[in-house]
């Protein structure tokens, strides 16, 4: 069990730019999640995966952003003609099913 | 909709004191509820789960428990040790997807 990874750790992106983050979840979990957080708040959630199935998208998820989770495994999720109001921290957590979330590092994205 | 809230937003403890955080939810229909630790800048690492059927875990110096009929989640943490010092989350799971709602945190300083 190596835990959750993200990638990259940080990114700075000029406003306008396409990013693409990606995470590596524990290999026995069916169910991913994304979620993104900034500053003094919870986590919200965006979207989630079972297998390699995008079962829900929080409406915080507008037309700029996607995640994809091919074949199960490892989930990407890229936001195009980013925006200041993007910055954020972005957390991939993955977990069995009904068992507890496993949280990664996260992605700390500044737009400028 | 889910709204999960902690108060206080911040608590600051001498070294050896007893730690009692709390979380309220509005709906009670929860399938989970599970604490988090935040260090800064870092992800989330889980605490305690607990079941929608159970009253109370533990572990260690850690003890959670639930009632859903006040819509409540206490976390005790015994003895606080300056290790302790870091933001709790708690986080409500409404749905059997797993999918968290969470709570905005309360930061703790433990004094030695």
């Known amino acids: 069990d190596t835990g959750v990874s993200q990638d ?19 290999s026995e979990h069916n169910r991913l999640y994304w979620y993104r957080q900034t500053l003094g708040q919870g986590p919200e959630f965006l979207t989630y ?3 390699e199935a995008q079962l829900e998208k929080s409406r915080l998820l507008s037309d700029r952003f996607s995640a994809e989770r091919p074949k199960g495994s490892f989930s990407t999720l890229e936001i195009q003609r980013t925006e200041q109001g993007d910055s ?3 957390l991939c957590a993955s977990s069995r099913s009904s068992g507890s979330c496993t949280f990664g590092s996260g992605t700390r994205l500044t737009v400028v | 909709k889910q709204e999960v809230t902690q108060i206080p937003a911040a608590l600051s403890v001498p070294e050896g004191e007893n ?13 989970n509820l599970q604490w988090f630790r935040q260090d800064p800048g870092k992800g989330l690492t889980s605490l305690l789960l607990i079941q929608s ?11 959670a428990s639930l009632d859903k009929s006040s819509g409540r989640s206490t976390l005790y943490i ?15 799971s409404t749905d059997s997807w797993g999918k968290l709602q969470f709570g905005a945190g309360t930061q703790v300083v433990v004094t030695p």
């Not at chain 2, 709390?22 to 399938?31: G, K, L, Q, R, V």
């Not at chain 2, 015994?78 to 986080?91: E, F, N």
Request: hydrophobic content about 30%; charged content about 15%; proline content about 5%.
């Open chain 1, 88 to 90: 954020a921290m972005y």
């Open chain 1, 8 to 26: 990259p750790r940080h990114k700075i992106t000029k406003r306008g730019q396409n990013v693409t983050f990606r995470c590596d979840p524990i």
């Open chain 2, 53 to 63: 059927s159970q009253r109370e875990q533990t572990s260690g110096r850690l003890n």
């Open chain 2, 78 to 92: 015994a003895a606080s040790q300056p290790g302790d010092s870091a933001t709790y989350l708690c986080a409500a």
């Open chain 1, 49 to 51: 995966f079972q297998n």
């Open chain 2, 19 to 31: 730690l009692v955080l709390n979380c309220s939810f509005t709906d009670s229909a929860i399938y």
